[in-house]
């Protein structure tokens, strides 16, 4: 059995191709950025050494600043959304609906699986004033609540709160899905002892249910930083980072800078910067689980 | 009655290119390409019918003489192609330039070639990229005025001045005097390194059936101007369609009230920091206070800031608006029956009209336009280097300005048969022969970094979060830091 | 009391699942509405079924070329995504050697590197190979950067495939090999479908990649021809654009409704052991 396992060969062959493949096109290109960080101008034409002065300049551009805080925002809103509200649904889900259990799922799920691009051009017309009233408008209209009738996505006072939004329709239905697995697992006889000692459902689902979901609650958490520190597609395909500057995440931030503005090495920075906090954060949470573990 | 168009067409672009510089050179431009170009408009003044029948002439002579000009390659070889505008339109500013495409393909069969659409605000990311990877395409449309700098410096597009006569025919040739002269202009260095799209006015367009049955009038002073929106809002009917999506309609309106305030090249010098000038002065803060009233008294309706250009022409087209400010790059679409459902009689067109009591009088204000296409056509260095494109390039530019007029764009290239406008092409035709005092779009003579101030502000201008004080302030902070020094 | 509540809740679910399947329904139909329907209020429902919208899809936005293109790149990706995890995943989780761990932890890091952080070096790559502006390009980029969350989840699976079944099959004389394709594949159905289907959602659903390493037009992918086609005649054409949009949704509906019951399963069990 061990000879079996440690058959250096075997392990070669299966390591092997996934290795060469993600070190050649992911991790050197990765370490490439990292390298590029010390450098001003456009590779292969007019790079110099610059040594930290991109790390330095972070700390006084504005646009920087502010784009870090509208990313800041996104995460706790939409990154905390995902997982709060992807909790309650599958709790509701769980408790609320047993008949129809799957189809809700793949309902809820469904979202998850349309292109950014065709949601972005949905919901910009879900959410369109001009030339005509788009559903949300028209609604409004029906209802007489012609007051709240305006350009959501144009309009610097609900423009990020709509990409929030949409962004929030795409993606619960990814942690709902993955919540709704850890419910499943737990164990129905610790919550029906509870129940017998005269709990409550929702001291039940506090007292009990919570803290067994702790290691999903994690995964969820980890992968909810990830997804809404790197989020690009929906802010760019809904309003372009605009109007002003009210949408531009750190991400648009990078990618303008590194490719209209000609300041390839101090895009890298920016981009470098954000990997760094998504790392920071995702190990933060991961050796905070460890501990309380233990 | 058939005119000769093709002579009147030639005299205005020389025309145009006279007044292009004596209007910037009033303005103190001093960059010696101004004034290379300068003299270059004064012989073409002079010179204007001489220089008509000599320039046909010539043309025809470098067509004849192509075939030994440069010997043909006739390696495979696939011409690339990045442009914002789609080539299947045949509305669109390319179409003619795959028209040339195919036709040259046809009897080259080893030739083939390949065309990209990017999107306008991604083609310069596109570039660059293209750029670190010495892939620059043979031929893309880019943004004029100082964006191109970046190309310029590094060494990415040919140098038109000094080696477009390489492909065998001279640039005098192919593009008109006044079209030559007014890339001067726009040009910060002594050379130009691009070539013109096609000739442009921009101005207000109105739906001349809708004025009609109100009893409007077109206004002749920017308090009439006003008054008529306040008329048109009041009879239900949304005064202007803006594509403030696109951002650069917001800040037209700042251009427009400053220019007409002061004098055509104010906006171009505060943008430097020329002949002290800055947009701190009190005529910016005063124009953006009346842009940003245009936009809050609902002359530009709801959610402004969320159409995009091919909105604004839908809601003009079907009588949602009685007016909307854009280019003549329209022209094609106009003759288009299919898109345009006014139909072409109902469409008139005026240039904002002058501020009472101003500097500037009325008269001079009615012949202050931004002529310039914003839209340059570079050809791309290393590609142009290997010399295996100058035979189509040749193909194309000594009959572009025939298949631009044939697809109803006004061409700015030498063009050797007859045309006949239309009705909204007369009107351009004669707008351009008036336009005498023309100017540079708002944002042309800005850094990159000013530019995007100065657009990404104009939405919340517009909207009103932000006064226009601010949006002065923060305008003149960020050009001087590039000009400060100046 | 408890009644209310329960009452509440349902009300509550079922307000739920309508905002998440409203918007793909209101999509549908209003992909068979006429231009002239635009103008009235947008939650009408359609007159008539007007499938020349889909016509007018077909030729304009050559939707031909671009569901071949991304079907081919789509369907390669995902084998060879799925192989290679899977190959790596079982090697670091159940075979015994002194660097699982840092392989393991080396792969995974590749989850939290943002796509548009690669993309210079890695254009830079693809030209240097020549390998820009072709299918093959492509597939090899989205199979790198699939990789790392595939192999993640599929470490998921094999941590908690009992060692017992991997001893007994040892003992009937299997070789590793065998091991792997008799025991860990079939045991792990549920995770392959899982990575499959997310690895197929991703590249089916990415703009900027196809974007940024591919400009011809016979090599265009599916997203970026969407997006220049709404670009191009979005504002105009409503009728069209609503039809290519739900073409290009059809494919990865589908694939999910065909599997959804695995996939579910899969991605929180995956998941949740992992």
């Known amino acids: ?206 007292k009990i249910v919570l803290p067994l979901l702790k290691p999903v609650t994690v995964m969820c958490v980890v992968l909810a930083i990830m997804n809404s520190l790197k989020v690009y597609d929906m802010p760019v395909v809904l309003t372009d980072g605009g109007p002003g500057r009210t949408t531009t995440v750190l991400s648009i931030y990078m990618y303008k800078t590194a490719f209209t503005k000609w300041q390839y090495g101090y895009g890298s920075t920016i981009a470098v910067v954000l990997l760094l906090l998504i790392l920071v954060l995702t190990q933060a949470v991961m050796r905070f689980e460890r501990k309380s573990e233990k | 009655m058939k005119r000769n168009k093709r002579v009147l067409a030639i005299w205005l672009a020389a025309a145009l290119g006279i007044s292009t510089l004596t209007g910037c050179a009033g303005g103190g431009n001093d960059s010696s390409g101004a004034s290379d170009g300068n003299s270059a408009g004064e012989t073409a003044e002079t010179e204007t019918t001489a220089d008509t029948t000599e320039t046909t002439e010539t043309a025809d002579a470098a067509q004849t003489e192509s075939a030994d000009a440069a010997a043909y390659d006739d390696t495979p070889y696939t011409f690339k192609v990045i442009s914002e505008n789609s080539p299947d339109d045949p509305t669109s500013d390319v179409y003619a330039i795959k028209l040339a495409l195919d036709d040259y393909k046809k009897e080259h069969p080893n030739f083939d070639y390949e065309f990209e659409v990017v999107k306008k605000y991604d083609i310069a990311s596109k570039i660059a990229i293209l750029i670190s990877s010495n892939d620059v395409p043979d031929l893309f449309t880019y943004e004029d005025g100082t964006s191109l700098d970046a190309l310029i410096e590094r060494d990415a597009i040919v140098n038109i001045s000094e080696d477009f006569s390489r492909i065998g025919v001279e640039l005098e040739d192919v593009v008109l005097p006044g079209a030559i002269s007014s890339k001067h202009v726009l040009s910060n260095y002594e050379d130009i390194y691009s070539l013109p799209m096609q000739l442009t006015t921009n101005g207000v367009w109105y739906n001349k059936q809708m004025f009609a049955e109100h009893g409007w009038n077109v206004p002749t002073t920017w308090q009439e101007f006003q008054d008529l929106c306040v008329d048109i809002k009041e009879a239900g009917i949304q005064p202007l369609a803006c594509n403030g999506a696109d951002k650069w309609p917001i800040t037209r309106w700042i251009m427009l009230y400053a220019d007409r305030m002061e004098g055509e090249n104010v906006h171009l010098d505060a943008s430097q920091n020329k002949n002290g000038r800055s947009f701190r002065d009190p005529i910016f803060v005063e124009a953006a206070t009346e842009a940003q009233k245009m936009f809050q008294n609902g002359y530009f309706g709801e959610g402004f800031n969320t159409v995009e250009a091919s909105t604004q022409y839908q809601m003009f087209l079907t009588g949602q608006t009685a007016m909307m400010y854009s280019g003549s790059w329209l022209l ?44 340059a056509l570079c050809l791309g260095k290393e590609k142009f280097e290997t010399g ?28 050797t048969e007859e045309l006949e406008y239309s009705p909204t092409q007369q009107i351009i035709v004669d707008q351009l022969q008036e336009s005498l005092y023309p100017t540079l779009w708002f944002e042309a003579k800005m850094d990159s970094a000013s530019t995007d101030v100065a657009l990404e502000n104009a939405q919340l201008l517009a909207e009103g979060t932000m006064t226009p004080e601010e949006y002065c302030e923060r305008l003149a902070s960020s050009v001087d830091e590039s000009f400060l020094a100046e | ?210 974007q940024t390493f591919v400009s011809s037009n016979t090599n265009k992918m599916l997203q970026v021809g969407l997006a220049s086609f709404i670009d191009d005649r979005g504002n105009r054409d409503w009728g069209p654009t609503f039809a290519t949009i739900c073409a290009a949704i059809v494919p990865t509906l589908a694939l999910y409704l065909i599997l959804n019951r695995k996939i579910i399963d899969g991605l929180s069990a995956g998941a949740v052991k992992g």
Not at chain 2, 390 to 404: C, E, I, K, S, V
Not at chain 3, 33 to 61: C, D, T
């Open chain 1, 1 to 206: 059995m061990e000879r079996v396992l440690r058959d250096k060969k075997a392990i070669l062959l299966f390591m092997l191709p996934a290795m060469l493949v993600y070190t050649i096109f992911v991790f050197f290109p990765m370490c490439q950025s990292v390298y590029f960080t010390f450098f001003e101008g456009t590779p292969n034409v007019d790079f110099e050494f610059v040594g930290l002065e991109n790390y330095a300049k972070l700390f006084h551009d504005v646009d920087f600043k502010e784009s870090f805080l509208i990313t800041m925002q996104y995460f706790l809103v939409t990154g905390g959304g995902w997982v709060i509200l992807g909790l309650v649904v599958a709790l509701m889900l769980q408790y609320g609906m047993k008949r129809f259990s799957n189809l809700s799922r793949t309902i809820a799920y469904l979202p998850v699986v349309i292109p950014g691009v065709a949601a972005a051009a949905l919901f910009s017309k879900v959410l369109e004033v001009t030339p005509t009233y788009g559903l949300v408008n028209s609604l409004l209209d029906a209802l007489g609540l012609e007051q709240f009738i305006r350009g959501w996505t144009g309009d610097s006072a609900t423009a990020m709160w709509m990409v929030c939004l949409v962004d929030l329709w795409k993606g619960i239905g990814y942690y709902t899905v993955i919540f709704y697995a850890g419910l499943v697992n737990v164990p129905t006889e610790l919550e029906e002892a509870a129940r017998i000692d005269g709990a409550g459902r929702l001291t039940v689902i506090w």
């Open chain 2, 388 to 415: 295996k494109t100058h035979d189509f390039l040749r193909y194309l530019f000594t009959t572009l300005g025939d298949r631009q007029s044939e697809v109803g764009i006004m061409t700015p290239y030498v063009t």
């Open chain 2, 332 to 375: 094609a679409t106009w003759t288009d029956p299919e898109v345009n459902t006014l139909g072409e009689e109902n469409i008139g067109y005026f240039i904002p009209p002058g501020i009472e009591g101003s500097q500037v009088d009325m008269d001079r204000a009615s012949k202050m336009d931004d002529l310039s296409c914003a839209t």
């Open chain 3, 1 to 210: 009391m408890a009644k209310l509540g329960r009452g509440i809740l349902k009300f509550l679910i079922v307000a739920l699942l309508v905002i998440d399947l409203y918007p793909i329904i209101w999509l549908i139909l209003s992909s068979f509405k006429r231009e002239a329907e635009f103008i009235k209020p947008m939650y009408m429902l359609p007159e008539g079924l007007h499938w020349q919208n889909y016509s007018v899809a077909i030729s304009q936005a050559h939707l031909g070329t671009l569901f071949k293109n991304t079907m081919i790149v789509t369907c390669t990706s995902i084998v060879f995504v799925w192989l290679l995890s899977a190959t790596a995943a079982f090697a670091v989780t159940k075979m015994k050697w002194k660097w699982s761990r840092l392989a393991l932890n080396y792969i995974t890091m590749g989850m939290f590197i943002p796509a548009f952080v690669l993309l210079l070096p890695q254009f830079l790559l693809l030209q240097k190979t020549h390998l820009l502006n072709s299918l093959a390009g492509l597939i090899v980029i989205f199979i790198s950067t699939s990789i790392p969350m595939s192999f993640y989840l599929l470490t998921g699976f094999y941590k908690y495939l009992p060692d017992e079944i991997l001893e007994a099959a040892v003992m009937d004389g299997c070789d590793i090999y065998r091991c792997f394709v008799r025991i860990a594949i079939p045991l792990s159905l549920n995770g392959a479908v899982t990575v499959v289907m997310l690895a197929f959602v991703n590249i089916w659903n990415d703009l900027l990649i196809s």
